[in-house]
């Protein structure tokens, strides 16, 4: 409960346009949200991009915010929303070559859980490696679908498409994200 009120605190406190309060709020919560970034755009240089960009927008409308939900779902939504509008950039960017490309795709011994939970982290590295190889539009409807849970006919309004074109998006990035990480994990075999 004290983080709660501590956050409380911090957001009335960034309402007044104090700096520390903003910076303490950026703290908080840049990791989690460079990780949603990072789900929707393909490089790390992008994602920092996108999040500097929705932390303006939060401060800059933090009076929206109700505090009624939670802080980090809004802050969540608004990241999203700042990555889409990113991609959405670079779809309208002539110079930039975004192809759609077809991807490439519990023990007792206390060495061998360490070796276990290795082998989990680097099947996550791949997965997340994997999302960002996506095209933008597979990797958006992806993300929006599987990790914050819209449904296709949100996804359709959301980005201007067709409910069949997410679906189809949603099927085909699946598709890709397999190949690709079976491929990975043969390469990896290979070298064992």
Do not use: C
Not at 54 to 66: E, Q
Not at 103 to 120: I, L, R, T
Not at 131 to 146: D, K, W
């Amino acid at each position: 409960m004290k983080d709660q009120e501590k956050l409380k605190e911090l957001i009335n406190d960034a309402l007044k346009q104090s700096r520390k309060a903003q910076e303490e709020i950026f703290k908080l919560f840049y990791g989690r949200m460079m990780g949603v970034a990072l789900r929707y755009t393909s490089d790390h240089d992008t994602a920092q991009e996108v999040v500097q960009e929705s932390f303006i927008k939060i401060f800059d409308k933090l009076a929206l915010f109700d505090q009624k939900g939670p802080f980090e779902g809004w802050i969540r939504r608004i990241v999203v929303n700042t990555s889409i509008d990113s991609i959405r950039k670079a779809k309208k960017d002539p110079y930039r070559t975004d192809d759609d490309n077809d991807f490439k795709m519990g023990s007792v011994n206390p060495m061998e859980e360490q070796e276990d939970a290795d082998y989990v982290m680097l099947k996550a590295e791949m997965a997340m490696e994997a999302i960002q190889e996506l095209s933008p539009a597979y990797r958006t409807v992806f993300n929006l679908y599987v990790i914050e849970n819209y449904s296709h006919k949100e996804i359709a309004e959301k980005l201007g498409i067709s409910e069949g074109t997410s679906k189809s998006n949603l099927a085909k990035a699946k598709m890709n994200l397999n190949k690709l990480v079976l491929n990975k994990l043969e390469q990896i075999k290979q070298y064992e």
